[in-house]
């Protein structure tokens, strides 16, 4: 039921979580009027957390260094293309980055608007991998809803970690109270995100396969405790932060929520890495 596979887990929940941070974070400097002093440290963090997730996603390889010849095939693979559309997003959020470092101020409107575009096309691009025909407890919209809530989620929750401790213990103000709403209406609109993923998914796990069984026959027993482990700590994740973001939003102190912050975020990874192995190990093709 749980795949061994750890390197694609962890490659998409770190790009998506990465895309998040960075959608995020730019659409509160772009439209909720957020200033860079308290949103600069997202995007390089980004940039780790993709370049990361690339590297293990070479692990996936039988010859890595094979990988460059991968997007030869941008004209028949979606492969092709996740591996393009994941590059040039880091790319994209390196130069800005890059930018931001030299001068934090400036606003990049479009080097930013890039970034999240290609971010948003990444994660498209990583379900349209998934939504096989010969794979029908993947070929479902739920992958979709379940990736994109991973990017709300996590990225918003994990920009909320990364913003706490940049401004610990600064009185931010305004900034900091538009910012943390937005992190927080972010993590709920992922959360339903997910649960509309799962009742997606239950109804595509009912598909059966050419060995006469479906997917609910893969996570009966242990996976029904699994499934509700992962929902427990994804929703308790995104509880604790809200509840503790609106805290620290009337304080306007993010020092308050630093704590809480970092037992969200471990709480829904926990849960999206639950969520990410059981989705591997529901594969199981029909035909030939």
Known sequence: MFSSDWSLVLFTILVQSAVGIVVITEAARLFAGASGSALRWQTPVACVMTALGLI??????????????????????????????????FIAICALAFMRMRNDAVKATGLSVLAMALGLLAVFVMTKVYLLETVPAWNSVATAFSFYGT?????????????????????????????T???????????????????????????????????????????????????????????????F???????????????????????????????????YGTYMRIGI
Request: hydrophobic fraction near 55%.
């Open 181 to 243: 709403g937005l992190l927080c209406a972010s993590a709920q609109a992922g959360l339903a995100l997910k649960f509309i993923a799962v009742a997606l998914g239950m109804i595509a796990l009912g598909s059966v396969g050419s060995l006469g069984t479906s997917g609910l026959d893969l996570v009966a027993g242990e996976g029904v405790s699994a499934q509700i482990v992962r929902i427990a700590m994804i929703c308790a994740g995104a509880g604790v932060f809200t509840w």
């Open 151 to 179: 990017m709300l989620l996590a990225g918003a929750v994990a920009s909320g970690v990364i913003g706490s401790i940049e401004n610990s213990g600064k009185d931010c103000g305004e900034d900091c109270t538009s910012v």
């Open 56 to 89: 293990l996603s070479l692990t996936h390889l039988g010859t890595p260094l094979h990988s460059v010849f991968t997007i030869m095939n941008l004209g028949n693979s979606w492969l092709s293309r996740e591996i393009l559309s994941v590059s040039a997003f």
């Open 245 to 279: 973001g609106f805290k620290a939003m009337g304080t306007r102190q993010l020092r308050l929520a630093m704590n809480p912050a970092l037992c969200a975020l471990a709480l829904v990874m926990a849960g999206e890495i639950i969520d990410r192995l059981m989705f």
